[in-house]
């Protein structure tokens, strides 16, 4: 029965008002509901939170905070008017008495209980006109403001004004994002498209009219565009927008013909100096006709401003050059809901209308007045010191309002977490920000934010010692959850066993770990760290297995490395009577999720939980001695461990209680057959002598435009010009690891180098970089490490040992040939291999991309390149890996489509230039600067002219690929620092300043300190007596260093150089280039290189 009445209503989701269902308000959604849920909780004291009360930064109410005591004057006239009597007390303040009086005689029955006029009791829109004319200079009628309850209700009117209810094509409203979400909601009420423009987050949060002209743009075939909401000073973003910033969107909005909503409910809070508060209503009278005649409505309210008294609901719009007939319409519309409430039209009345100097009142209020306004610019401005001081959080100043608008770092593994809960990734952030601190805050996503960011909005309304608290919550959340990079320690096990981190899970290092010669996986792979812990803490090792899913079928015992000593393996199922126990191995199945299963470590067990210690599953730095809990639910006495990945189940050890640590003091018990040499791998050149292929020339794709430049510049056979086979290289992989983990360390060396020479300047004047742009370097050094994109290896392969010849640390050519075109050439030729060498190197170029944009929030690259032909083709290439990406890009060859405009660098279709990816030298720009400095032409900055090469690379505003430090590591003045800051390394050659007795015994090289594609390079003998091979070019001027000749065995005629890429600061793979000259250069081919893993 109670079922069938269920049925039957009436009213159900299936048929309520579809408006209604999309109406949403992220102030006081789902976290806050679940912040009184804990408060509650807190109450009866039956919780267990790491916390005892709850902080709510989720909404800008002063007085809810408990920080901020009411106005006495303005609750002593609200007193006075909602109980007359109080005012014939002498203790009565005679100049409140009068303005009650005042007031009352206007009320009905001169009572604040009855109805008043539908626009307003008079007296309060005489004073709110007298406020307005004062503060804008213009005059303003009473007729023209209308009280409502709080501004919402006011806004709420205006908007209704302008739909046309049409479905088809309805009105639109153009709507800053982020905003109040009052807007959007209200907007979904009605049915009205919301048009979204962007404000400038890189720009404190600036309103750019390019981007409303964007915005309106393609709002047009969806519907017909009638106003424009600006929200000044912002909510939730702060910002308090400048004059010549309202004259563009008044001029916009005329241009349009749009109606302007002005929400200035934050007039009079502004904190930063020269954050001054410009009504449009005097912007828009101060700029003349046609602009003085145009429609638009500004909304003020009690709740907001200093005072803050939300509660009285209390607020007014001014209406604009409204046409009379309309404003009989309003006047009709708004009597139907006959007044707002008198009480808050009383408290507007209050505000707007203070103690005068001279007034009895007047000392008390000033000094309240004061204190509060103190307070409000203190924690402004701490807001965002103490967000910004939190490591992947970025904070603009809070010039104005109640509100910071923080942005955080999410990473992608929480991101796909919380889209597998429903929940945006922002809010599934606050959330836990509420369950681990107790601090409740509310999603940027409740207020719309650019794709691809995530906010979240927090007041500055809480007590100070409050406000610390969220700041000390928000660093302990924040290292939780951040990503502990690749090969740092995330976490240390209950067992003392350390947990590395593998970055994420897309990346496989190519480097093997090896712990006291025993060979313990890949780094920083789950099956490493279980053989590591096996090793560390019991002695033992398991035998290789393929990956960590087959350990469950595959593993029957673990080997004593000691004596040699076998001990089985007993496998419990998910779901068995066996109680889990410490030590035992957890093992997950294959899924999508999990390609190739997981293992993990039981490490403890407490009441309804395991714990676990892990190796690439999550990224986040432990917050104790284990990395994640696992629910153990017991069903008809059986144990189910329930994690949202499928679990295998647990295997234990017989014989546990045998096993000990491994005695790291007596290592040399370890029986030799566990110990291997890292094996250092085989090069060889291979040829295909089949001529049908040699025919065949539709193997790149034309329509794309790198590989069409490359048919253009090279053809489209897929043998090369100087021979009649098809050559290739096939490489093994033990030397594939060898050459990954040399490069990973080197790089390693190369910037312990580059900080040492950045911090001496006795070592910086070797690199001859003129000293004016040392201090840039430096500050580059200091906050653009993230930056780097790619860097290349240089290194010689003899068959037994690999060295560096150098790093090409600020170059990227060749990058498309090992990454794209030797692939396509296997496909091609139908070549038997694993994978290429280069198999990983454009997954991670696209991965590191977004990396960056989405930290600089920046979705547009511009391509910065010479008029050269290699150039050309790199960047044809890194516009197809924007591409996918999905990031913008413009490709600028020299400087011919980029203009100043108002002291910003923009191209011909209007996009402000704000990161460059560039092909040209740093020498080439530093040349550039000190020229345009010598004649005296730097930096003008005329609108429409061409910036010069070295304005645009070294402007403040604009980011750089590669930045400004890769000028160190890219120079050969390092060599000499690197040999003397790790002598005798075996992947170094020794190099020296000047040419030392011991390098004319060992033969040497003279090389530049500056060059490219191997200009001005001599080799010597090792007599030096005699030139082995030498190069001409435009270096020849610059200082020289001499490093070790390193000769190089031939391969059928040709010496083979290994480049060796670096992108983000990893190994990402590797490619050849040889010639049948000892110095290879740009001519030198890039030839195909295969991996055969066995």
Request: charged residues 25%; contains cysteine.
């Amino acid at each position: 029965m109670e079922n069938s009445c269920e049925n039957n209503k009436t009213l159900t989701m299936a048929n309520i008002n579809p408006r209604v269902i999309k109406v949403e308000y992220a102030v006081r959604g789902p976290i806050v509901i679940r912040a009184g849920e804990i408060e509650k909780q807190i109450k009866e004291g039956q919780h267990n939170f790491p916390f005892d009360r709850v902080i709510r930064a989720n909404i800008g109410d002063c007085h809810a905070s408990g920080n901020q005591v009411p106005v006495t004057y303005i609750r002593q006239f609200l007193a006075g008017c909602t109980y007359p009597p109080l005012i014939d007390s002498s203790d009565f303040p005679s100049d409140i008495k009068q303005k009650v009086q005042r007031l009352l005689s206007v009320c009905g029955g001169k009572s604040l209980g009855s109805y008043t006029e539908s626009q307003g009791l008079i007296t309060v829109r005489e004073d709110i006109a007298k406020y307005i004319q004062e503060r804008d200079g213009y005059p303003s009628n009473p007729s023209d403001i209308y009280l409502c309850n709080g501004a919402s209700d006011g806004i709420k009117t205006v908007i209704k004004l302008l739909m046309n209810n049409d479905p088809k094509k309805p009105s639109g409203i153009m709507i800053p994002v982020p905003q109040y979400p009052l807007y959007s909601a209200t907007l979904s009420e009605y049915g009205a498209h919301q048009i979204e423009y962007y404000l400038d987050e890189d720009n404190n949060w600036a309103l750019n009219i390019d981007e409303l002209e964007r915005a309106l743009n393609q709002s047009k075939e969806h519907c017909v565009p009638r106003g424009i909401v600006i929200i000044n000073p912002g909510n939730p973003t702060g910002q308090v927008l400048s004059r010549e910033n309202i004259e563009n969107i008044v001029r916009f909005a005329e241009k349009h013909r749009l109606f302007i909503l002005a929400d200035e409910v934050y007039q009079e809070n502004t904190y930063l100096p020269g954050s001054k508060f410009f009504s449009f209503k005097k912007v828009l009278m101060d700029l003349g006709a046609p602009y003085n005649h145009m429609e638009m409505a500004s909304f003020h309210s009690a709740s907001k401003g200093w005072h803050g008294e939300c509660g009285s609901r209390g607020g007014y719009y001014e209406l604009i050059n409204i046409d009379k007939d309309v404003r009989m319409q309003v006047n009709k519309l708004i009597s139907a809901s006959l007044c707002s409430a008198a009480w808050g039209q009383a408290m507007m009345g209050a505000i707007i209308n203070p103690p005068k100097e001279g007034e009895l009142s007047y000392e008390l209020y000033k000094k309240e007045r004061s204190d509060i306004v103190s307070r409000l610019k203190q924690k402004a401005d701490l807001v965002s010191q103490l967000f910004n001081s939190v490591e992947g959080v970025r904070c603009n100043a809070v010039m104005g309002a109640m509100y910071a608008f923080p942005r955080i770092e999410i990473p992608e593994k929480a991101i796909q977490h919380a889209k597998s809960k429903n929940m945006a990734p922002d809010a599934f952030y606050c959330f836990q920000f509420l369950e681990k601190t107790g601090v409740c805050v509310v999603p940027g996503s409740g207020f719309k934010q650019k794709p691809g960011t995530h906010h979240l909005r927090t007041t500055i309304l809480p007590p100070v010692d409050q406000m610390k608290v969220m700041y000390n919550s928000s660093i302990m959340l924040k290292s939780a959850r951040q990503v502990v990079p690749f090969n740092k320690v995330q976490g240390v096990a209950s067992t003392n066993v350390h947990a590395y981190s593998n970055g994420d899970d897309d990346f496989f290092s190519v480097e093997r770990h090896y712990l006291h010669g025993i060979f313990m996986g890949f780094k920083w792979q789950c099956v490493e760290f279980a053989r590591r812990w096996l090793l560390m803490r019991k002695s033992c090792i398991f035998q290789p297995v393929g990956h960590a899913a087959d350990m469950w079928h595959d593993l029957k015992f673990v080997e004593r490395v000691t004596d040699g000593k076998k001990f089985p393996l007993k496998l419990f199922p998910n779901g068995s009577s066996h109680k889990p126990k410490r030590d035992s191995l957890l093992i997950y199945s294959r899924s999508t999720e999990l390609p190739f299963g997981h293992v993990a470590v039981i490490c403890d067990i407490v009441p309804n939980f395991i714990r676990i210690a892990e190796q690439n599953f999550i990224y986040h730095s432990w917050s104790d001695n284990y990395a994640r809990e696992i629910p153990i639910v017991i069903k008809d006495n059986c144990y189910f461990l329930e994690d949202e990945d499928e679990i295998c189940g647990w295997i234990e050890i017989e014989d546990n209680d045998e096993l000990q640590p491994l005695d790291e003091t007596k290592l040399d018990s370890i029986l030799k057959k566990y110990q291997e040499a890292k094996p250092i791998g085989t090069l060889e050149r291979c040829s295909i002598t089949d001529k049908t292929f040699h025919s065949m020339n539709n193997w790149l794709n034309k329509d794309d435009p790198a590989e069409k430049y490359f048919v253009d510049l090279f053809g489209a056979n897929l043998i090369r010009a100087d021979t009649d086979t098809l050559p290739y290289y096939k490489v093994d992989q033990d030397l594939t690891l060898s050459i990954g983990s040399t490069s990973n360390e080197l790089h390693e060396m190369f910037m312990d180098a580059t900080n040492y020479v950045i911090q001496n300047d006795d070592i910086l004047k070797n690199f001859c970089i003129p000293e004016i742009f040392w201090p840039k370097i430096r500050e580059s050094w200091l906050h653009e490490r993230d930056l780097a994109m790619t860097g290349r290896f240089d290194l010689a392969f003899d068959g037994q040992q690999l060295k560096t010849f150098e790093y090409n640390a600020d170059s990227a050519s060749a990058l498309f040939e090992m990454a794209i075109i030797q692939e396509k050439w296997a496909q091609a030729v139908k070549l038997n291999h694993t994978f290429m060498s280069s198999f990983q190197l454009h997954r991670l170029l696209v991965k590191s991309w977004k990396k960056i944009c989405s930290n600089l929030n920046i979705n547009y690259v511009h391509l910065l390149i010479d008029n050269d032909k290699d150039e050309i083709l790199t960047a044809l290439y890194m516009q197809n890996v924007l591409k996918n990406a999905n990031i913008e890009s413009k490709l600028c060859i020299l400087f011919n489509n980029l203009y100043w405009k108002d002291s910003k660098i923009i191209d011909n279709d209007g996009n402000e230039v704000k990161l460059i990816w560039k092909t040209w030298m740093w020498e080439t720009i530093f040349s550039d600067y000190l020229q345009a400095e010598q004649n005296g032409n730097l930096n003008r900055k005329i609108n429409n002219e061409h910036p010069r090469l070295c304005e645009i690379v070294l402007n403040d505003h604009i980011k750089v690929i590669e930045p400004l430090w890769k000028v160190i590591p890219s120079n050969k003045a390092i060599l000499p620092i690197l040999w003397s800051m790790f002598p005798n390394h075996p992947h170094l050659l020794c190099t020296e300043w000047t040419l030392t007795d011991n390098l004319k015994q060992r033969g040497y090289v003279k090389k530049p300190i500056v060059g490219r594609c191997g200009h001005n390079v001599t080799l010597f003998n090792a007599s030096g007596d005699s030139v082995l091979d030498e190069t001409q070019g435009k270096f020849i001027d610059r200082n020289i260093i001499y490093q070790e000749l390193f000769l190089l065995p031939k391969y059928e005629d040709y010496y083979a150089i290994i480049g060796s890429w670096i992108v983000h600061g990893l190994f990402a793979g590797f490619g050849i280039r040889e010639d049948k000259k000892l110095i290879t250069d740009a001519e030198s081919p890039v030839t195909a290189c295969s991996v055969v893993w066995k």
